[in-house]
């Protein structure tokens, strides 16, 4: 093997020529999880904002803020709550796209430095399966734009017992489809469709604004609706519903604040990948969470509720009340596209990659595609996404829970016992690198991980009713993050030494 591995231009990493050809046989390498050449990394600003966009504008981002209204809170405290959610949960996106752009690695490859080349099954797969539950949720909710979209053409088909069901399959099978063709692919069609997501936002809160004029109620009585203590109370109480909507805002983005280096990886500098997301994002959710919570209180106004007097979440609400089948044609379509770029970027990139680095060699990315496909369905959507408090406590509350330690755990490997060094090669290496700890994992991170998620599931699952639980549950990312962030550390401090200043081994030239 060369003397050098990797290159050097300008703060980003490549492997070299030489280290390529040798990686070829290995089983823990194939072209979908290699490390991005600097040729390759040609996302700028724009294009990093535009994909930021087109996965904030979806309906499940709207029912933040509206899931919120519904239980209890005015319009402006759910505002608030996501937008502060969101400004959190950019800083473990921002530090875990360092070594992405840096060195053009995806996530699978990624999470090899911390748990190992086996061990990395376990954040990959977690983030996959996690990735699985949002895809069945943005293809049901695709499922009801296609309802609609036939629905306008033959009325009749609305009524039909399995109509949701075939929307889903059909937008399933779309997303499948589109997802399989790659990132290019994903780029191309995020750089289109966020002007159309924008116009959809637009069109999402002029209809609400109209539908409580015509009940009699103008602007100011939507934004100025107060909390509803009686149904705050009926939810846990005020502090503990705004709590645990910040820990489901933040655990919204979860899953990227993992696999955020499979697209940080195409960006052409750092200042391209902070710029983007800093502008794509944060705005873009806050937009979204005003919009929604807009609708949620117009259309509590003018008495369009859930069966016990609820404000109705569900942004698809909207498709049955429009006047005109046009109208409802390109609302439909404004859904299809919003909730098409969403869900392939945030829902079906990593878990593709996460299964493909199971067995590099025999799972290409889109047979990972499939297979994340073929899960989706095994989660019924339609249990998922069955009310505001299921939404907010029972899917989102969760899983935030159980990887956020992860999420902390790369970032303190990274930055801290690493300090941003790495050795690309070994990463692709096996046993023969220097990332394969005890027979392929790493058993003080899955220690740190055990420690950050086991008391926020807990108490959001089997000891909901616990109120000492609960209460860690409701903040169970930021209490999750932090445990796992100081456990990893502490543990890694006798190896940190082994992991830089290794000249031989991460030998680079500059260029």
Same mark, same amino acid.
């Given at each position: ?63 933040? %803020?509206?899931? =919120?209204?519904? @239980?209890? !809170? ?5 505002? /608030?709550?996501? *937008?502060? $959610? ?107 469709? %966020?002007?159309? =997501?924008?116009? @959809?936002? !637009? ?5 609400? /604004?109209?539908? *409580?004029? $015509? ?66 994002m944060p705005l873009a959710m806050t937009v979204c969470a005003f919009v929604g919570a807009f609708f949620a209180q117009a259309t509590s106004l003018v008495g369009i509720v859930n069966p016990d007097g609820s404000p109705v979440f569900d942004p698809t609400v909207a498709l049955g009340y429009l006047p005109y089948p046009a109208l409802t044609c390109i609302v439909a379509l404004g859904v299809l596209v919003a909730t098409i770029t969403t869900n392939i970027a945030a829902n079906v990139v990593a878990p593709a990659n996460g299964f493909s680095n199971i067995s590099p060699r025999r799972v290409s990315y889109a047979f990972g595609v499939v297979i994340s496909c073929v899960i989706a369905v095994l989660y019924q959507p339609w249990n998922i996404f069955g009310g505001a408090a299921a939404y907010i406590f029972d899917w989102l509350n969760v899983y935030g829970g159980i990887l956020a330690p992860i999420a902390a755990m790369f970032i303190a490997d990274y930055h801290v016992v690493k300090k941003r060094n790495v050795d690309v090669m070994a990463l692709y290496r096996g046993a ?80």
């Amino acid at each position: 093997m060369s003397k050098y591995t990797q290159k050097e231009r300008d703060g980003l990493y490549e492997l070299t020529d030489a280290a390529r050809a040798e990686l070829i046989g290995s089983k823990y390498y194939n072209k979908d999880l290699a490390p991005t050449s600097l040729s390759e990394r040609t996302w700028n600003t724009y294009h990093i904002a535009a994909l930021w966009i087109g996965m904030s504008v979806c309906l499940p981002s709207f029912a933040m %803020a509206s899931s =919120l209204v519904g @239980l209890g !809170l005015s319009p402006w405290l759910a505002v /608030l709550n996501v *937008a502060l $959610g969101n400004v959190i949960v950019l800083v473990p996106i921002q530090m875990n796209s360092h070594a992405g752009t840096k060195y053009g690695i995806p996530f699978p490859v990624f999470a090899r430095m911390t748990f190992g080349a086996v061990g990395a099954h376990i954040p990959a797969l977690s983030r996959a399966i996690t990735a699985c539950g949002w895809n069945a949720i943005q293809s049901w909710i695709g499922g009801a734009a296609i309802v609609s979209l036939i629905a306008a053409f033959a009325p009749s088909f609305k009524d039909l017992p399995s109509a949701q069901y075939i929307g889903f399959f059909i937008f399933l099978a779309a997303v499948c489809l589109v997802a399989a063709r790659g990132a290019h692919a994903i780029r191309l069609l995020e750089t289109i469709s %966020a002007p159309v =997501l924008i116009a @959809l936002t !637009l069109g999402l809160f002029i209809w609400s /604004l109209t539908l *409580a004029n $015509g009940g009699g109620f103008g602007f100011a009585d939507v934004i100025r609706a107060k909390t509803n203590h009686d149904l705050v109370a009926g939810n846990g109480g005020l502090l503990y519903v705004f709590l645990g909507g910040l820990t489901a805002n933040i655990a919204f983005w979860a899953t990227m604040a993992l696999n955020i280096p499979d697209f940080s990886r195409y960006a052409v500098n750092q200042k391209a990948q902070f710029r983007g997301q800093l502008y794509g994002m944060p705005l873009a959710m806050t937009v979204c969470a005003f919009v929604g919570a807009f609708f949620a209180q117009a259309t509590s106004l003018v008495g369009i509720v859930n069966p016990d007097g609820s404000p109705v979440f569900d942004p698809t609400v909207a498709l049955g009340y429009l006047p005109y089948p046009a109208l409802t044609c390109i609302v439909a379509l404004g859904v299809l596209v919003a909730t098409i770029t969403t869900n392939i970027a945030a829902n079906v990139v990593a878990p593709a990659n996460g299964f493909s680095n199971i067995s590099p060699r025999r799972v290409s990315y889109a047979f990972g595609v499939v297979i994340s496909c073929v899960i989706a369905v095994l989660y019924q959507p339609w249990n998922i996404f069955g009310g505001a408090a299921a939404y907010i406590f029972d899917w989102l509350n969760v899983y935030g829970g159980i990887l956020a330690p992860i999420a902390a755990m790369f970032i303190a490997d990274y930055h801290v016992v690493k300090k941003r060094n790495v050795d690309v090669m070994a990463l692709y290496r096996g046993a023969e690198g220097r990332y394969w700890y005890r027979s392929g994992w790493n058993p003080r991170a899955i220690v740190a991980w055990v420690c950050g998620f086991i008391l926020p599931t807990l108490g959001g699952t089997v000891l909901k009713n616990s109120p000492p639980l609960s209460w860690i549950a409701a903040n169970g990312y930021i209490i999750g993050f932090a445990i796992g962030f100081a456990v990893y550390v502490i543990l890694m401090k006798s190896e940190s030494a082994s992991f830089i200043g290794d000249e031989e081994e991460a030998a680079i030239t500059k260029r």
